[in-house]
């Protein structure tokens, strides 16, 4: 199952509440990497079953120009998450996010189900991704496991509400209740070799603030982030977008590496700064990253 | 497939349209309200009859309260409101009724 789609770029993943068909027939507009179809806490219980139709024929009709499509499906302790994905599966979704995962087996439930919606809907297997919301004390504890538990599964998402509830403590704006989990979760993405996504930021009218969480959670190594607004793509997609400098860098390193490499030279300096073959996967990435923003203007 | 009770679906919202169905009198009784119905009635007309047809339903009164609703909002609404009549939640015929 080699699905390309699993490394594809995700700075933002942006919820929509797919009962209201004012927010799900244009969000491309404003340009997010990925949309976030919910199924779940967004909708009211008395509308479950009128999202999923709203859901599927905007799957089946909207022209999202390239837009990722995830669906957050109901959690595995309610009666819907079953019928979501055939829902969600049979409109065409790219991938599929479950919500509050606790362990390795909550991820190959929903795989079955998806692989099975794959075959009664004649989609190729393997086309829908999976990702994982960890929202609990238990579900960072067993990120590794979840991260590891599917070939399906592109990466995991931090939930803050939820967690922090479970924590016994609050959203305070700060950052400091979601350091641990954070820390927590990058770490088993990177160990596992799947994305990670941080939580949203809720203060709508506070963009210094939600510039300040991004860039910190840019440094510590995350993807992206969910978003709740389109307000709030701009800074996002600015802070996770190499810049001009860091692409003449990163070109500067790669081109040096491997020129000093035939000649057996192994630690030299670029721009004063010692380099040495450590660099070079990061300066690849930084690359590919801008290949991937649109921003790259070279010929690596 | 039959109404068996009233039901509704949708909002009045920008963008989506209310659709309710209840048994009718041996055939299919339409009415719309809208804002743009000189525009496009007779599309919202054509979009209801075709997703009754698909569902097969003969049997229906059936009223929309439009509110600027795309195509695809209109026939999410009116299965919605069909399959709430029906009482049928789970194991829905996407891609073949549904379409």
Redesign the interface.
Same mark, same amino acid.
């Given at each position: 199952m080699n699905n390309p789609n699993k490394k594809r770029l995700r700075r933002t993943m942006m919820f929509l509440n797919a009962q209201?068909?004012?927010l799900l027939?244009d969000p491309f507009l404003y340009g997010p990497d990925s949309i976030m179809l919910d199924l779940e806490d967004a909708v009211a219980e008395n509308q479950?079953? !009128?999202a *999923?139709?709203?859901l599927?024929? !905007?799957l *089946?009709?909207?022209d999202y120009h390239g837009c990722e499509r995830v669906v957050r499906i109901n959690g595995l302790d309610t009666p819907y998450w079953?019928?979501d994905i055939?829902?969600a599966v049979?409109?065409g979704c790219d991938s599929i996010r479950i919500p509050k995962t606790e362990s390795a087996g909550d991820v190959r439930l929903v795989e079955e189900a998806v692989a099975a919606a794959e075959q009664e809907?004649g989609r190729p297997e393997g086309s829908v991704l999976i990702m994982a919301a960890i929202e609990s004390a238990r579900g960072v504890m067993k990120a590794l496991e979840i991260c590891e538990s599917s070939e399906r599964l592109f990466g995991i998402a931090l939930s803050g509400g939820d967690y922090t509830k479970d924590l016994q403590t609050h959203i305070t704006g700060t950052g400091i209740e979601l350091m641990g989990a954070r820390q927590n979760l990058v770490i088993a993405a990177r160990a596992a070799g799947v994305q990670c996504f941080d939580t949203v930021y809720t203060d709508l009218n506070n963009m210094e603030g939600l510039r300040e969480d991004v860039e910190t959670i840019h440094v510590m190594g995350f993807d992206g982030k969910s978003i709740i607004n389109p307000r709030q793509i701009r800074i996002v997609h600015e802070i996770f977008t190499p810049s001009e400098r860091e692409i003449v860098f990163a070109e500067k390193v790669v081109r040096e590496i491997d020129a000093k490499k035939a000649m057996g030279i192994g630690v030299f300096t670029v721009d004063g700064k010692m380099i040495d073959i450590a660099f070079y996967d990061g300066a690849k990435r930084t690359i590919e990253l801008a290949k991937a923003s649109g921003v790259y203007k070279g010929e690596l | 497939m039959e109404i068996r009770k009233p039901a509704m679906a949708g909002t009045l919202e920008s963008s989506d349209c209310q659709v309710t169905v209840e048994e009718g009198n041996g055939r299919i009784d339409f009415s719309l309200e809208s804002s743009v119905i000189h525009q496009y009635g007779n599309q919202i007309r054509k979009v209801v009859y075709e997703t009754l047809s698909d569902l097969g339903v003969e049997n229906v009164r059936i009223a929309i309260v439009d509110k600027g609703a795309l195509d695809c909002t209109i026939r999410a609404r009116v299965e919605a409101a069909v399959y709430r009549s029906a009482g049928q939640m789970d194991d829905l015929p996407w891609g073949g009724a549904i379409r």
């Amino acid at each position: 199952m080699n699905n390309p789609n699993k490394k594809r770029l995700r700075r933002t993943m942006m919820f929509l509440n797919a009962q209201k068909p004012g927010l799900l027939k244009d969000p491309f507009l404003y340009g997010p990497d990925s949309i976030m179809l919910d199924l779940e806490d967004a909708v009211a219980e008395n509308q479950k079953d !009128a999202a *999923r139709f709203s859901l599927y024929h !905007a799957l *089946r009709t909207i022209d999202y120009h390239g837009c990722e499509r995830v669906v957050r499906i109901n959690g595995l302790d309610t009666p819907y998450w079953r019928e979501d994905i055939r829902c969600a599966v049979a409109g065409g979704c790219d991938s599929i996010r479950i919500p509050k995962t606790e362990s390795a087996g909550d991820v190959r439930l929903v795989e079955e189900a998806v692989a099975a919606a794959e075959q009664e809907f004649g989609r190729p297997e393997g086309s829908v991704l999976i990702m994982a919301a960890i929202e609990s004390a238990r579900g960072v504890m067993k990120a590794l496991e979840i991260c590891e538990s599917s070939e399906r599964l592109f990466g995991i998402a931090l939930s803050g509400g939820d967690y922090t509830k479970d924590l016994q403590t609050h959203i305070t704006g700060t950052g400091i209740e979601l350091m641990g989990a954070r820390q927590n979760l990058v770490i088993a993405a990177r160990a596992a070799g799947v994305q990670c996504f941080d939580t949203v930021y809720t203060d709508l009218n506070n963009m210094e603030g939600l510039r300040e969480d991004v860039e910190t959670i840019h440094v510590m190594g995350f993807d992206g982030k969910s978003i709740i607004n389109p307000r709030q793509i701009r800074i996002v997609h600015e802070i996770f977008t190499p810049s001009e400098r860091e692409i003449v860098f990163a070109e500067k390193v790669v081109r040096e590496i491997d020129a000093k490499k035939a000649m057996g030279i192994g630690v030299f300096t670029v721009d004063g700064k010692m380099i040495d073959i450590a660099f070079y996967d990061g300066a690849k990435r930084t690359i590919e990253l801008a290949k991937a923003s649109g921003v790259y203007k070279g010929e690596l | 497939m039959e109404i068996r009770k009233p039901a509704m679906a949708g909002t009045l919202e920008s963008s989506d349209c209310q659709v309710t169905v209840e048994e009718g009198n041996g055939r299919i009784d339409f009415s719309l309200e809208s804002s743009v119905i000189h525009q496009y009635g007779n599309q919202i007309r054509k979009v209801v009859y075709e997703t009754l047809s698909d569902l097969g339903v003969e049997n229906v009164r059936i009223a929309i309260v439009d509110k600027g609703a795309l195509d695809c909002t209109i026939r999410a609404r009116v299965e919605a409101a069909v399959y709430r009549s029906a009482g049928q939640m789970d194991d829905l015929p996407w891609g073949g009724a549904i379409r």
